[in-house]
């Protein structure tokens, strides 16, 4: 089984102010603390990274002198995230049967979150690494609440997500022709019916979506970095 990770990095920031992908974290730019973790995870064939089409150039020299002789390729984004992972999905190894796929901005992850996601997708058709909701869910309309959700039946999406490759492309060419939009490529998983496993995930493993989730990020940073390496501490529960 051989296994391609997708990193899409190709967003423009709009919620954050800026382009985020690359602006420096912990001296690093925030791609490369995404990145690292599949560079050096055994459970990952190869990593293909999606940058926006002014960015392949520079970023595939970069990439090439950090990945240790694993397999790397960057292409070129699309106008939305469905889009920019579907290229990164049609640029992977044709031998490849499953998809990891990790935002660019959850700097966190780590490389036993990457093998929980990869080892669920035994005999299901793909796994979601998720965190259990702490607060109590509201739907509401009009600002009105609607209802109160049971919360030990809701789970805050992280990602990695990995899938069946074929399966994902069938989803993502069902979510073309019936212009569907999800937010992540469970989303139009699930509108296949196809069946998708929760794996843990840890709350350290956030999306920096915002300015006030960069200041989260840098704090976190300056805790988990290991002094003599400079690097992210593997995170661990216990
Ligand atoms: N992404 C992408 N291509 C797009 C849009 C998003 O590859 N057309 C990537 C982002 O670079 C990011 C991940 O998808 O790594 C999650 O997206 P998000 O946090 O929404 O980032 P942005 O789309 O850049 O931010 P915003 O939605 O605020 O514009
Ligand atoms: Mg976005």
């Given at each position: ?15 954050f102010g800026e382009v985020?992908q ?7 730019p925030l791609l490369?603390h ?7 995870s ?9 940058v926006?089409?002014?960015n ?16 790397v ?19 992977s190894?044709?031998?490849s049967?499953?998809v990891?796929i990790?935002d ?14 990869i ?10 690494v998720a ?7 509201k ?6 609440v ?5 919360r ?6 992280q990602t990695?997500?990995?899938?069946n ?19 992540d ?9 196809y069946?998708?496993k ?5 709350p350290?493993?956030f999306k ?14 300056h ?6 390496s400079g690097?992210?501490k ?5």
């Amino acid at each position: 089984m051989k296994v391609s990770a997708i990193i899409p990095a190709a967003g423009s920031g709009q919620r954050f102010g800026e382009v985020k992908q690359f602006k420096l974290l912990a001296g690093r730019p925030l791609l490369f603390h995404a990145l690292k973790p599949f560079l050096q995870s055994d459970y990952i064939d190869e990593v293909v990274v999606v940058v926006p089409q002014e960015n392949v150039e520079f970023f595939h020299r970069d990439v090439v002198s950090m990945s240790a002789g694993k397999p790397v390729k960057v292409v070129a984004g699309g106008s939305h995230r469905q889009n920019s992972v579907k290229h990164g999905v049609n640029a992977s190894d044709s031998d490849s049967t499953l998809v990891c796929i990790h935002d660019a901005a959850r700097p966190f992850v780590t490389e036993d979150l990457i093998q929980n996601s990869i080892s669920a997708c035994e005999n299901v058709d793909g796994a979601v690494v998720a965190i259990i909701s702490k607060d109590t869910v509201k739907y509401s309309e009009n600002g009105l609440v609607k209802e109160t959700i049971n919360r030990e039946k809701i789970w805050l999406a992280q990602t990695p997500q990995t899938f069946n490759k074929q399966k994902l492309l069938l989803a993502l060419d069902n979510a073309h022709k019936n212009q569907l939009t999800g937010t992540d490529e469970s989303t139009l998983m699930e509108a296949m019916g196809y069946s998708i496993k929760l794996v843990d995930g840890h709350p350290n493993n956030f999306k920096i979506t915002t300015q006030d989730d960069w200041m989260r990020a840098e704090a976190v940073a300056h805790q988990l970095t290991d002094s003599r390496s400079g690097r992210f501490k593997e995170v661990h529960d216990d």
